[in-house]
T-cell receptor, first 115, second 111 residues
Framework: AQSVSQHNHHVILSEAASLELGCNYSYGGTVNLFWYVQYPGQHLQLLLKYFSGDPLVKGIKGFEAEFIKSKFSFNLRKPSVQWSDTAEYFCAVNAPGSNTGKLIFGQGTTLQVKP | KAGVTQTPRYLIKTRGQQVTLSCSPISGHRSVSWYQQTPGQGLQFLFEYFSETQRNKGNFPGRFSGRQFSNSRSEMNVSTLELGDSALYLC??????????FGSGTRLTVV
């Protein structure tokens, strides 16, 4: 079955530390990849997306992600986190045959940044 | 530019009742998708509508249904509510699959 796996359920970092959140997916063929963030009490917001082209994607708020096709991975990174990055992060994949609205989400990673 | 609007924000219903949730997509967006978010199961895809037609459906029982109107607004309905239906229901709209914008959700509590 199609699935998305996020390796870390809960990550605690100090401000200025570097962040890497893992995401692996199980699909064959072409996929579209997304990272969403959900700040406490707020709705899901798109951080970045990958459809094709340069596998290193830059998003908002200093986040970036690298698509490694051979590893079926799309890891999220940020060189230096801030307290305001405390949130839940979701990796998502379009189901095959897409440009449809069916996103398969990972279980989410809660990031807590200590001031 | 207005975002995705979901109404109501909160609902409390009794087991066995039915409920209708509404979603108004971003102007011009023709795809509307619905998701259920719970602490245990995470974000799960319910269904997607495009130009008033259901284009995809997730693995939910037939008690969960939806529709889309000619102005792209969408509703989802849950009949014969169960305690396990308590969740945050999210709607997302898209122009051409080029990213999906989510609404703030409707938090449904079934008692």
């Amino acid at each position: 079955a199609q699935s998305v796996s996020q390796h870390n359920h809960h990550v605690i970092l100090s401000e200025a530390a570097s962040l890497e959140l893992g995401c692996n997916y199980s699909y064959g063929g072409t996929v579209n990849l997304f990272w969403y963030v959900q700040y406490p009490g707020q709705h899901l917001q798109l951080l970045l997306k990958y459809f094709s082209g340069d596998p290193l994607v830059k998003g908002i708020k200093g986040f970036e992600a690298e698509f490694i096709k051979s590893k079926f991975s799309f890891n999220l990174r940020k060189p230096s986190v801030q307290w305001s990055d405390t949130a839940e992060y979701f990796c998502a994949v379009n189901a095959p045959g897409s440009n449809t609205g069916k996103l398969i989400f990972g279980q989410g990673t809660t990031l807590q940044v200590k001031p | 530019k207005a975002g995705v609007t979901q109404t109501p924000r909160y609902l409390i219903k009794t087991r066995g009742q039915q409920v209708t949730l509404s979603c108004s997509p971003i102007s011009g967006h023709r795809s509307v998708s619905w998701y259920q978010q719970t602490p245990g199961q995470g974000l799960q895809f319910l269904f997607e509508y495009f130009s008033e037609t259901q284009r995809n459906k997730g693995n939910f029982p037939g008690r969960f249904s939806g529709r889309q109107f000619s102005n792209s607004r969408s509703e989802m309905n849950v009949s014969t509510l169960e305690l396990g239906d308590s969740a945050l229901y999210l709607c997302a709209s898209s122009l051409k699959g080029n990213g999906y914008t989510f609404g703030s959700g409707t938090r449904l509590t079934v008692v």
